[in-house]
């Protein structure tokens, strides 16, 4: 029973996510069903986690379930119907040489096999535990909403309740159907990295304009160790590994975009680049990393960054100044143990830090138990000639992986622990593995395309589309 429930939670969450993708697509492009799927889980758990926060204040319990459904199909349904009206493609086939099916076996007995040993052998970690699923299971026991007084009890600040609510609100509608379950939640975090790998596929086939490089960087996905295996891997219920995909769909689009601008996919980027900051803080971070690596990849395009960066911003900035000012208005106030106050007389003070804290980076690029060989491949793939194709990404790639790191080391000079390369120590790892995963797309990308192996056409139009 609890699988068929939380089936139930997770198709109702997919049908919102896939309106809100076919109505943000552009005119006259053909999605693939990969895609679809992956973004109707990264919209999908947007959309019912902003809906469950705002009706919460009104509704709860089953009144405010059967809301967020009824929403949900709604929404579903005006996707729908706006494809028809706006001549949005959905591209349905398998492929059909040994070759590809032979791979599309592989890839999927990879996610199979990390599915239920994930799921079933690795327990929630710290943040997991007592940052997210502490809050989802009070909004479960509050009728699907998080009581006000939990903003303001100065017993629960261990539980950063300035965090913003994806995640936690994404496990109590999963909990709204079969009631409190860590286990089962976990789901929530797995859904998150099949809908990673499903981009992976579809931006490594597409950018490349070859199936095989699609396949490699999906595979490539599997064997960065950290994310299997670590302490913040996939399975862990950090916030880590679902803000790296939501990151990676944003540079997606957002390179899509400067690649063809008439095919008005910066929307996509946007939407996605407001959720980060519903994620989790560092998500700001991510957010302006990612307006930063549209300026400097935009001088390519011949266009003028503004036009690029406009609508890329607002929807980010409209999230960030909400959730602040919400807090404000709730009287929560945000832990300030972690980091001292951003001052230019704190920032004299603790710039010689800079030197550790780039040593400090220097030995986690090179950490093959944690990394394997993504980040020396990484760096070959910028400095390497690689493909035609790759050479128009490169500079939107490197900048999207490069920036939001350098921000990371300069974060650590406002560090307020005693010794603060423990905290470098402690969270750098994790901070890296948000952009680990446009890592691996830029790996796939400079990879040679063998002659005559699995050509795919270009998707950013109608059309005959190989991808499924």
């Known amino acids: 029973m609890d699988i068929l429930l939380s089936a139930v939670a997770f198709v109702l969450l997919m049908v919102a996510g896939s309106g809100v993708a076919l109505l943000a697509m552009p005119r006259r492009r053909t999605v693939t069903t990969t895609e679809l799927l992956s973004l109707s889980v990264f919209f999908g758990a947007a959309f019912v986690s902003l809906v469950s926060f705002v009706l919460g204040f009104l509704l709860t319990g089953s009144l405010l379930r059967f809301a967020v459904s009824i929403a949900s199909l709604s929404l579903g349904v005006l996707g729908i119907l706006s494809r028809r009206r706006r001549e949005i493609g959905i591209a349905m086939r398998l492929p059909g040489d040994v070759p590809s099916i032979l791979a599309l076996g592989i890839l999927i007995g990879l996610v199979g096999f990390h599915l239920v040993r994930l799921t079933f052998h ?6 997991g535990l007592f ?28 539980s950063h309740p300035e965090y913003p609510l994806l995640l936690p609100l994404s496990e ?26 499903g981009l992976l596929f579809t931006a490594g ?6 199936r095989w490089q699609g396949f490699l960087a999906a595979t490539l996905f599997f064997f960065v160790p950290v994310t299997i295996l670590g302490d913040y891997g996939i399975s862990s219920g950090y916030a880590d590994g679902p803000l790296g995909g939501y990151y990676l769909a944003c540079v997606i689009y957002l390179v899509e975009h400067l690649e063809k601008p008439e095919g008005k996919t910066v929307l996509l980027a946007a939407i996605l680049a407001a959720v980060l900051p519903w994620i989790k803080q560092e998500g700001a971070i991510l957010w302006l990393s990612l307006l930063f690596a549209a300026i400097l990849a935009s001088g390519r395009t011949g266009r003028h960054p503004l036009k690029t960066l406009i609508p890329l911003a607002v929807p980010g ?3 960030i100044v909400g959730w602040q000012v ?4 709730f009287g929560t106030k945000g832990v300030g143990m972690d980091f001292i106050e951003i001052t230019s007389t704190n920032l004299g003070k603790n710039l010689p830090r800079l030197i550790d804290i780039g040593l400090r980076m220097r030995n986690e690029l090179i950490d093959w138990n944690a990394w394997g060989f993504l980040w020396p491949a990484f ?13 128009r990404h490169r500079l939107a790639l490197a900048g999207a992986v490069i920036i939001p790191n350098l921000f990371y080391m300069c974060v ?7 010794s603060f390369l423990g905290h470098v120590d402690v969270s750098l790892p994790r901070l890296m593995m948000q952009t680990s995963f446009t890592a691996v797309l830029a790996i796939a990308l400079a990879v040679p395309t063998p002659r005559g192996t699995w050509p795919s056409s270009d998707t950013s139009t109608t059309g005959a589309n190989p991808l499924a």
């Open 205 to 210: 086939s597409r950018l490349s304009g070859c």
């Open 122 to 127: 690795h327990t929630l970690g710290w943040d």
């Open 172 to 197: 109590a509608w999963l909990y709204s159907w079969l009631g409190p379950n860590q286990q089962m939640a976990k789901l929530v975090f797995l859904l998150f990295s099949l809908a990673t790998v």
């Open 412 to 418: 650590f000079v406002f560090s307020a622990w005693q």
């Open 131 to 158: 940052v997210w699923e502490f809050k989802a299971r009070i909004a479960s026991l509050s009728g699907g909403a998080i009581p006000l007084s939990y903003y303001t009890d100065l017993s629960t600040t261990w």
């Open 317 to 319: 900035l409209l999230v």
């Open 326 to 329: 919400l807090m404000g208005v």
């Open 379 to 391: 760096i070959l793939a910028l400095v390497l000639p690689g493909s035609g194709r790759f050479g």
